[in-house]
């Protein structure tokens, strides 16, 4: 509780920085980044709004391994260098990844090795709504997977690829899946797009069309943005991503909780987009598990 309040109470770090870095008339940033798909529009976006309301003209080149960098695309006006040896919770070697673009770090007058977006960031909860722009050319990427118009689609992202990172499961159970796949199936003649980076667990129905591995992110929201009707997902980058699109499209989402004091609740702004509906269901105990398959089809189709 006491380090708590020292830390609300303590001067911004990286404030201070940028006051610094303003009055020296210094603004080339780069800033490294291989952990998390939702961090991008939960914490960077706040970075990238900080720093350019300091200093607005500033140059922001952000360096990340590959399956992230599209999705640095969505902030506005900055740029993205591949680091294409990085994997995700691997160790990350800066000096390799700069001599790969030809840059070293005196090219640069900040250089963020490590952000804490979490500490740096907290003036933002409950006031900054992170906007991810759309790019309207995207839309026709989802026509290639020949998606039925006529059938009513729920996505579904049931992996967050986290482990125990967060010292609690993120995950729903994979017998909750199946029975309320199925259900929808019985009940709403429902198709399910499955989303994800592994084809594992297995999911062997007939109305289930994995996608797993086969979509880049902008393909996962063009479809999502084209072509379901609803979605439904733990805390993971798949719903952070979709609830902080800068465009209006019509969807309702549920999302199963086991911390409600993370992601896209504990930024605690409205989603962008004025046609979603946002259903979060929190696992009572705080365990995810103990959301039953009856409450998740319910939210997701409005009976209750």
Not at 8 to 19: M, R
Not at 125 to 151: E, H, M, R, V, Y
Not at 155 to 170: F, L, N, R, S, V
Request: aromatic letters at 12%; charged letters at 25%.
């Amino acid at each position: 509780m006491i380090k708590k309040l020292i830390d609300w109470i303590k001067p911004n770090p990286f404030d201070h920085l940028l006051k610094k870095m303003a009055g020296e008339n210094k603004s080339r940033f780069l800033i490294v980044w291989n952990r998390g798909l939702g961090d991008i529009p939960l914490g960077l976006y706040a970075l990238v709004y900080r720093i350019r309301e300091f200093i607005p003209h500033s140059s922001i080149t952000f360096l990340t391994r590959k399956d992230l960098a599209e999705a640095f695309l969505m902030l506005d006006d900055v740029n993205v260098l591949i680091a294409s040896t990085w994997k995700r919770g691997k160790e990350a070697c800066l000096s390799d990844a700069l001599i790969e673009h030809n840059l070293s770090t005196n090219m640069f007058d900040v250089l963020l090795e490590k952000p804490d977006p979490t500490k740096w960031f907290k003036w933002q909860l409950g006031t900054l709504t992170p906007k991810l722009t759309w790019n309207n050319q995207w839309d026709t990427l989802c026509s290639s997977f020949k998606i039925d118009a006529s059938q009513t689609y729920i996505g579904a992202h049931i992996q967050t690829e986290t482990g125990m990172h967060y010292g609690y499961e993120k995950n729903w159970g994979l017998s909750s899946w199946r029975n309320l796949f199925n259900r929808i199936y019985e009940e709403k003649k429902g198709t399910i797009l499955l989303f994800g980076m592994k084809k594992e667990p297995a999911f062997l129905m007939d109305h289930v069309i994995d996608l797993r591995g086969l979509t880049s992110l902008f393909d996962m929201l063009s479809l999502i943005k084209n072509c379901c009707r609803y979605l439904i997902v733990p805390d993971s980058g798949v719903l952070s991503m979709t609830y902080y699109l800068n465009i209006d499209f019509p969807i309702r989402v549920v999302s199963l909780w086991s911390d409600p004091c993370q992601g896209v609740l504990r930024q605690a702004v409205d989603s962008p987009n004025r046609q979603m509906k946002h259903i979060p269901i929190l696992g009572k105990n705080e365990l995810i598990g103990n959301i039953d398959e009856k409450t998740a089809f319910d939210a997701l189709f409005g009976t209750t």
